[in-house]
């Protein structure tokens, strides 16, 4: 019996102990709830009216507290809202209209303790003024009591003790509820008396309230409390203001004021948080701390009389030295024409300020402070080797700036002296031939080349390449590729240039000016054979005529024609065919006899001779004058010794007895070959290189007389 008599007693104190626990940790105060009406309690149609509630709790847990608003119109609940905050409740009244007027009041719900506001009348324009009321109500003598020791002056670390009481309490049936709390925060609660103790902190200075609750009856004492401080906060600083990785740098941690009259030198004491962190400290308060490779937090801690006071955090992002920058051009580099030139380093903290630099010459400078910015400097240079002078130097707060190396970049030299040339040469450009157009320029490459024939808009050839000429061929020209013709080049400089025009003549294939030329020979030849066979026809009409004109020529006798022979003159027998002989001394010539004298009757009967006499002084002819020929024949005039030919017509019959008769005409041909002008008339020597007379007997006798001065008398 005894063991469940204890048992009991256990297990009830644990209910009460639990529920005492529960009860401490949600302890709380309701302590007033208003409702106010805003902007004013009256105002006119369409007016936005908003009804705020606030209520005032006190709490002495840090756990939020569920709170249940309703808000009433004439008695009616017109809405509600749970909510853990401790904000003010607002209700809109959009446009408000007259049946908005009424009488509103706002209630307030924590668990199983409420408290409604007082009621608030709207009035919106168009209604009458409300009259109040009020009946006199008897104030109960009961009052709360607030103390506070110590009354004197507070510093921060001395103990204060506080009371909350009853006065004049009449011993009332209804229960009195005491609530001590310090601004909104729940201090201590009872029912007859309430005390609370505290170490005392700068913080804690404001108000103190006691209130006592007894029904409807709400009472409440205040007392404002005044703590000095007995030192300040700390504060936290570094220098340098920036510091890079791994150097060092001092950190100061110090509190502005203390209480000296209460507080000794060595009794404040700091440190710094973390203390993992490698520290160097010489003077209270001061530190020597190498940055790290990364930000890092550091607070310092005040101490003095078990009161503790933290600064706030600092935060030490240590700066990276900034790399050497790298140097580089945006776009494409060109001689005569502005571009941008890049300076940018892989890391480093910003600010970092880059200079442009032309050898060791500063040029220009630009701060990058910004993520994404980049530090673009607009240059130009008039020839190649200048892109190489340029470096940039990037600092950002070290003691040394790194350079960067030497610009390195391609220079494009626009084009100039763009030239068209042509093989093979113009004037030996023929049909069939292949034609190379080659048009080089001055510039970089690659270059763009274009050939155009004038009257043609689109180009005839497009090449790009990385030479400074190029040509275009044309196959087997004919005459339709005669024209003139141009190139135009272009590089990354985008200036076109264009060449002088080239005109081109395609002359005919050498075959064709062959066959025009066989041609022309052909037609030149025939001509020149038509006019000749024409000459010798008129000519032939001629001698014809001359022959029929020529009348005998008779100086002795009509039958016979003496000759005058020199030596060595062969005398041919036109009728006999037999030749007379000749011994060299002077004599007659007869057939196949001397004679001392050299004379020949010749029959010249229907006959024509020709002789040609070589050696001799004289020509003679028994033709015609050698002024009455023919002006055509007199002006052929050779370098030969001069050759006369006579042509003898006689109708007369011969001497029988001499000249064997003989039928028909014959005609002697007789060519005499004259000596050089200027010779003597007579010779001692003479030659007859031969005398051939024709007729029909083909047989002939050959002698060789010796004729000095011989004459050939005619009968």
Do not use: W
């Given at each position: 019996m005894g063991l469940l008599l204890l048992l009991t007693s256990v297990l009830l104190s644990s209910y009460f102990h639990s529920g005492r626990v529960v009860a401490e940790q949600r302890l709380f105060k309701i302590k007033d709830i208003t409702l106010s009406i805003e902007p004013a309690p009256d105002v006119t149609r369409d007016t936005n009216v908003t009804l705020r509630c606030k209520a005032f709790v006190s709490s002495s847990g840090l756990e939020a507290l569920s709170r249940e608003y309703r808000i009433y119109k004439d008695g009616n609940t017109i809405y509600s809202k749970n909510t853990s905050t401790s904000e003010d409740l607002l209700y809109p009244l959009s446009e408000a209209r007259v049946s908005n007027s009424g009488k509103y009041k706002c209630k307030i719900s924590i668990e199983q303790e409420d408290m409604t506001s007082g009621a608030e009348k709207l009035t919106v324009a168009g209604l009458s003024k409300p009259l109040l009321h009020i009946n006199k109500v008897k104030e109960l003598l009961i009052v709360a009591v607030l103390e506070i020791l110590p009354k004197s002056k507070i510093y921060e670390g001395d103990k204060l003790d506080i009371f909350c009481s009853v006065k004049n309490n009449l011993r009332s049936s209804e229960s009195i509820n005491l609530y001590l709390s310090q601004g909104s925060q729940l201090l201590s609660s009872g029912y007859s008396t309430v005390n609370h103790s505290m170490i005392a902190l700068a913080k804690d200075t404001g108000e103190f309230e006691c209130r006592l609750e007894m029904g409807n009856v709400r009472k409440f004492d205040t007392m404002a409390v005044s703590v000095t401080e007995l030192f300040s906060v700390p504060t936290l600083t570094m220098y340098p203001a920036e510091v890079f990785q791994r150097e060092y740098m001092t950190l100061n941690c110090t509190s502005e004021s203390s209480a000296s009259e209460r507080l000794g030198r060595d009794e404040l004491t700091y440190t710094l948080d973390p203390t993992e962190s490698p520290l160097i400290?010489?003077?209270?308060?001061?530190?020597?701390?190498?940055?790290?490779l990364y930000d890092f937090n550091y607070t310092c801690v005040a101490k003095a009389k078990e009161i503790v006071k933290r600064s706030e955090t600092l935060t030490v992002?240590?700066?990276?030295?900034?790399?050497a920058p790298k140097i580089s051009v945006v776009g494409r580099v060109v001689i005569g024409q502005s571009f941008k030139i890049l300076c940018q380093s892989d890391f480093g903290s910003l600010p970092i300020n880059y200079t442009l630099l032309w050898g060791y010459d500063q040029l220009n400078i630009t701060t990058v402070k910004e993520r994404f910015q980049q530090?673009?400097?607009?240059?130009?240079?008039?020839?190649?080797?200048?892109?190489?002078?340029?470096?940039?130097?990037?600092?950002?707060?070290?003691?040394?700036?790194?350079?960067?190396?030497?610009?390195?970049?391609?220079?494009?030299?626009?084009?100039?002296?763009?030239?068209?040339?042509?093989?093979?040469?113009?004037?030996?450009?023929?049909?069939?031939?292949?034609?190379?157009?080659?048009?080089?320029?001055?510039?970089t490459p690659p270059v763009t080349f274009k050939w155009y024939r004038v009257g043609n808009k689109h180009p005839l050839y497009t090449i790009t390449t990385y030479m400074n000429n190029t040509n275009y061929r044309v196959s087997a020209l004919s005459k339709e590729h005669s024209g003139k013709y141009y190139c135009e080049a272009i590089n990354?400089?985008?200036?076109?240039?264009?060449?002088?025009?080239?005109?081109?003549?395609v002359r005919l294939a050498l075959w064709k000016k062959g066959l025009i030329g066989g041609f022309c020979l052909l037609a030149l030849s025939a001509l020149v054979v038509v006019v000749v066979l024409c000459f010798k026809s008129k000519r032939g009409k001629r001698e014809a005529a001359a022959e029929l004109s020529v009348k005998p020529s008779r100086p002795k006798s009509d039958d016979s024609l003496t000759v005058n022979l020199t030596h060595d003159t062969e005398v041919y027998n036109a009728a006999t065919g037999a030749a007379p002989l000749y011994d060299g001394t002077e004599g007659r010539v007869t057939n196949g006899a001397r004679d001392s004298v050299a004379s020949l009757p010749v029959d010249i009967s229907n006959r024509s001779s020709y002789m040609r006499v070589e050696g001799a002084a004289v020509s003679v002819w028994s033709e015609r004058r050698p002024e009455e020929a023919n002006d055509e024949e007199s002006s052929m005039v050779s370098n030969e010794p001069d050759v006369e030919y006579t042509e003898v017509v006689h109708p007369r019959p011969l001497d029988p007895a001499r000249v064997p008769p003989k039928k028909g005409t014959d005609t002697v041909y007789s060519e005499l070959q004259n000596s050089p002008h200027g010779a003597t008339d007579h010779h001692e020597y003479g030659s007859v290189e031969y005398a051939e007379l024709n007729s029909e007997p083909p047989g002939t006798n050959h002698f060789a007389p010796e004729v000095h001065h011989q004459e050939l008398p005619v009968d």
């Open positions: 400290s010489k003077v209270n308060g001061v530190f020597s701390v190498k940055a790290l992002r240590p700066k990276v030295a900034v790399s530090a673009l400097f607009t240059v130009t240079i008039r020839k190649s080797d200048e892109i190489s002078k340029y470096m940039c130097e990037a600092r950002n707060g070290q003691r040394e700036a790194p350079l960067s190396k030497r610009l390195n970049a391609t220079v494009i030299v626009p084009l100039t002296n763009p030239i068209l040339t042509v093989l093979p040469h113009l004037p030996e450009i023929s049909e069939g031939d292949h034609l190379y157009l080659i048009c080089g320029v001055n510039g990354h400089a985008n200036i076109v240039v264009r060449s002088d025009l080239v005109t081109i003549e």
